[in-house]
C-alpha cells in the first residue's frame, strides 16, 4: 500500500494538494483536501466516477462532484430548524429553502495526514467550521477520511463534535458512472420505502411504498428503466432525485456495468440517489451529460418541517457516519 501528496494550488492562505492512495492491484484513489473530495477512483486506469479535468478546476466552479457536502447536504424547507421556541435561520441558496449548508464545507480547504501500511493506506482530513458559519450553531470539528485496502475497498468515514446544540447530516457527493454512463448501469437498493418529493425536491408527504413504482430496485434493472417511465415523480425532478429508505439489509445498494461492479454498504438510514438530471455539457464539467453519474448520497432523508431532531447533535455527543465503496 502506499501514499503520497503532490501539490496543485493555494487557496485560502493553504496549500491545495491532491492525495493518492493506491494498492498493488492496480487501484489508485486520488483525493482532493478542497472540500474533501473524492477526485478520481481509477481501476488500472479506467475512473469509475465522473471528474473534472484538472484539480484546480474544483475550485473553479462548484459543482460537487466527489465533494463532503456540509454542514446538512440535504434541502431544508424555508431554511429553519425549530428548537421549543426558537427558530434557526439558515441562509436561502435554492429558492425559498436552503440546500447543501449554504457556502459548504466541499468549498473549504482541509488540513490532512496521510497514513500507509501493509494492508491500507488513508487519508484523514481535518476542518473547524466556526459558530454561525452559514447559520449553523457551534464551533465544530469535523475528520473526513478515505481508507483503501487490497480488496479494493475505500471506506470513507465522517466523524464531527460540536461545542454547542446543532444540526449536521453531511454526505459525500460522488457520481458513479463505473466507465459507462449511469443510465445504461443496473441498479439494486435495499429500501422497500422513498420519499414523494414536490417540484422543489422537498418532501410532500412521509414514505411510500416502490412496489409497483418506478422506485422498486429492490430487484436489479436498468436505471434508464425509471428514468423513462411516465410517473410523475421522475418528470417533477427530471429524474431520479429522491431519498430511498434503507431497510437494514446489506449491502446498501448495488451498481453494475458491462465490466465493473460497485458494492455500497453503509450505517446511514437512507441514500439520495441523483442521477445527475442537470449535466447538460455546460461548464467545467462540459464531458458530462443527463443521467451519466449516479450519487448514493448516505444521510438521514431530508424532512418535511422545520423539526429537524434526526440531525440534532446534541454538545459533546460525537457524530459517525460510514461509508464502503467496493470496486470490482
Known amino acids: ?35 474533501a473530495t473524492l477526485e478520481k477512483v481509477l481501476l488500472n486506469g479506467e ?19 466527489g465533494g463532503t457536502v456540509g454542514r446538512v447536504c440535504g434541502r431544508i424547507r424555508h431554511g429553519q430548524w425549530g428548537v421549543k421556541h426558537m427558530i434557526y435561520q439558515l441562509p436561502l ?4 429553502n436552503h440546500i447543501h449548508g449554504g457556502t459548504g464545507t466541499d468549498t473549504r480547504v482541509w488540513d490532512f495526514s496521510v497514513f500507509a501500511d501493509d ?11 466556526s459558530d454561525f458559519n452559514n447559520g449553523f450553531p457551534g464551533n465544530m470539528k469535523i475528520v473526513a477520511s478515505y481508507e483503501l485496502d487490497e480488496e479494493n475497498n475505500l471506506r470513507y468515514s465522517i466523524t464531527a463534535l460540536s461545542d454547542k446544540m446543532t444540526i449536521f447530516n453531511p454526505a459525500n457527493h460522488t457520481y458513479f458512472n463505473l466507465g459507462e454512463s449511469a443510465k445504461d448501469l443496473d441498479m439494486q437498493i435495499n429500501a422497500d420505502y422513498y420519499i414523494p418529493v414536490g417540484k422543489d425536491g422537498l418532501p410532500l408527504e412521509g414514505m411510500k411504498s416502490v412496489k409497483n ?23 417533477w425532478r427530471n429524474g431520479l432525485d429522491h431519498p430511498f429508505i434503507l431497510n ?38 462540459e464531458k458530462y451529460g443527463q443521467y451519466d453519474g449516479v450519487t448514493f448520497e448516505a444521510q438521514c432523508p431530508p424532512a418535511y418541517g422545520s423539526d429537524l431532531d434526526e440531525i ?11 461509508v464502503c465503496w467496493n470496486f470490482e
Open 1 to 35: 500500500m502506499k501514499t503520497n501528496f503532490v501539490k496543485y494550488g493555494r487557496k485560502d492562505d493553504k496549500d491545495l494538494c491532491e492525495i493518492t492512495l493506491a494498492n498493488s492491484k492496480g487501484t489508485e484513489v486520488k483525493v482532493l483536501n478542497y472540500g
Open 47 to 65: 475512473n469509475m466516477i465522473l471528474s473534472l479535468d484538472n484539480p484546480i478546476d474544483y475550485s473553479k466552479q462548484r459543482n460537487y462532484l
Open 93 to 96: 441558496n435554492e429558492g425559498e
Open 119 to 129: 494492508n491500507t493506506a488513508r487519508v484523514d482530513m481535518t476542518l473547524i467550521d
Open 213 to 235: 413504482t418506478a422506485f422498486d430496485f429492490t430487484k436489479n434493472k436498468k436505471i434508464s428503466e425509471a428514468l423513462a417511465c411516465d410517473d410523475e415523480q421522475i418528470k
Open 248 to 285: 437494514g439489509m446489506q449491502p446498501a445498494a448495488v451498481l453494475t456495468g458491462k465490466k465493473h461492479r460497485l458494492i455500497v454498504t453503509t450505517d446511514a438510514p437512507a441514500v439520495v440517489v441523483y442521477t445527475g438530471n442537470h449535466f447538460d455539457h455546460t461548464g467545467l464539467a
Open 312 to 322: 440534532t447533535l446534541m454538545p459533546g455527543e460525537v457524530f459517525e457516519r460510514n
